[in-house]
């Protein structure tokens, strides 16, 4: 879980190879006008989150009755998100993985992004000549950090084999 940027794609796809799991990215369970709205530099609110995040939990719910080991990347912002996705499971049935970086390094590497939806990095100046807040901007905001009693919490500001490893090492 992180904000867009933090390299849930990347490692969540590389962590779900190491530990021989399915990966699937929470991008891809976000309906299409979640996705317009993203692409217009558009944040989403709750009521759209909602529904992501339900068909998120039923995946988790699919895979957890087929006995298969899951890594999921999603963003997880808020702690009532992190709620519904858990299902009140314990901690030992779903584990968070907070990425967690500082906006000026997850903005250097949203800038040098490609071909994905959510692009909200550079400022716009509004008509009275400030700068508008962006999708990035707004992810920060709406962030509630998880402590180390609710997630792991890895810094990004290495490599992902690093990353990875470190995640690892937590989990023994």
């Excluded at 989150?49 to 999921?72: F, H, N, Q, T």
């Excluded at 998880?146 to 990004?156: G, K, Q, R, W």
């Excluded at 290495?158 to 990353?163: L, Y």
Aim: proline share 5%; net charge negative.
């Amino acid at each position: 879980m992180g904000v867009s940027g933090s390299g849930k794609s990347l490692i969540g796809s590389k962590l779900a190879e190491a530990l021989g799991a399915d990966f699937e990215d929470g991008d891809d369970f976000h309906p299409p006008a979640n996705k317009a709205k993203m692409s217009a530099k558009i944040p989403l609110t709750d009521e759209d989150r909602w529904p992501w995040l339900r068909a998120m939990r039923d995946r988790i719910e699919e895979k957890r009755a087929a006995g298969r080991s899951y890594v999921l990347a999603c963003s997880a912002l808020k702690a009532v998100y992190r709620d519904l996705l858990s299902g009140g499971e314990p901690r030992s049935s779903v584990e968070f993985v907070f990425l967690k970086g500082s906006p000026e390094l997850i903005a250097a590497r949203m800038a040098a992004r490609k071909g994905h939806f959510f692009q909200g990095v550079s400022t716009t100046a509004t008509a009275g000549g400030t700068a508008a807040p962006t999708l990035l901007d707004s992810q920060f905001a709406t962030l509630e950090e998880p402590t180390a009693a609710e997630a792991m919490i890895v810094n990004v500001d290495q490599t992902p084999d690093e990353i990875v490893g470190d995640i690892l090492r937590i989990v023994g």
